[in-house]
């Protein structure tokens, strides 16, 4: 087996165990909605980015299984993980500090996929990560936002959702 799809199946594991035993603020159709909305819009921008305009390639060039399920294995767990331990409470200065820290964690983990041959880059560069990971990260903070209130709108419209 390549190092890069060992790597890939390590990460998807360590994130799917530490998705699983964080405290858990959001409901089950919470977690199902933002997670399969982080997997879908993930693998749009990496269709975008690496298929149509080959910025960089995942793996090897074209669609393979494992890296495949790893990117939604790895998106999903990820919203899991940043939603259930986003500081919604705290004030301001908390909350784009978790949002830096969060994007610093994912550069990281990103040249951690670069070191192992996950990801290799053409024309991408590691500072358009960085700078986009803020911008990803408060989108899918948004996303889950709009989900909630979608669900607060469905049950005053009497739609009755099932309680988790």
Same mark, same amino acid.
């Given at each position: 087996?390549?190092?890069? #799809?060992?790597?890939?199946?390590? &990460?998807? +594991?360590?994130? %799917?165990? =530490?998705?699983?035993?964080?405290?858990?603020?959001?409901?089950?159709?919470?977690?199902?909605?933002?997670? +399969? !909305?982080?997997?879908?819009?993930?693998?749009?921008?990496?269709?975008?980015?690496?298929?149509?305009?080959?910025?960089? =390639?995942?793996?090897?060039?074209?669609?393979?299984?494992?890296?495949?399920?790893?990117?939604?294995?790895?998106?999903?767990? #990820?919203?899991?993980?940043?939603?259930?331990?986003?500081?919604?409470?705290?004030?301001?200065?908390?909350?784009?500090?978790?949002?830096? #820290? !969060?994007? +610093?964690?994912?550069?990281?983990?990103?040249?951690? &996929?670069?070191?192992?041959?996950?990801?290799?880059?053409?024309?991408?560069?590691?500072?358009? %990560?960085?700078?986009?990971?803020?911008?990803?990260?408060?989108?899918?903070?948004?996303?889950?936002? $709009? $989900?909630?209130?979608? =669900?607060?709108?469905?049950?005053?419209?009497? $739609?009755?959702?099932?309680?988790?």
């Amino acid at each position: 087996m390549e190092p890069q #799809t060992i790597f890939v199946l390590i &990460s998807s +594991l360590v994130f %799917s165990i =530490v998705a699983y035993v964080i405290p858990k603020k959001m409901k089950h159709y919470e977690i199902y909605a933002t997670s +399969l !909305f982080a997997a879908l819009f993930g693998l749009f921008v990496d269709s975008i980015l690496a298929i149509k305009y080959k910025f960089y =390639v995942l793996d090897e060039p074209g669609i393979q299984i494992p890296p495949l399920v790893g990117q939604v294995v790895l998106y999903s767990t #990820t919203s899991i993980i940043l939603l259930n331990l986003f500081p919604y409470e705290r004030p301001a200065i908390w909350r784009l500090a978790y949002i830096l #820290t !969060f994007a +610093l964690l994912a550069v990281a983990f990103e040249l951690l &996929s670069f070191r192992f041959g996950f990801i290799k880059y053409n024309e991408w560069k590691i500072w358009y %990560s960085a700078l986009s990971y803020p911008f990803l990260i408060y989108l899918l903070v948004l996303q889950y936002r $709009f $989900f909630q209130w979608l =669900v607060k709108r469905g049950h005053s419209d009497g $739609f009755i959702a099932h309680k988790s």
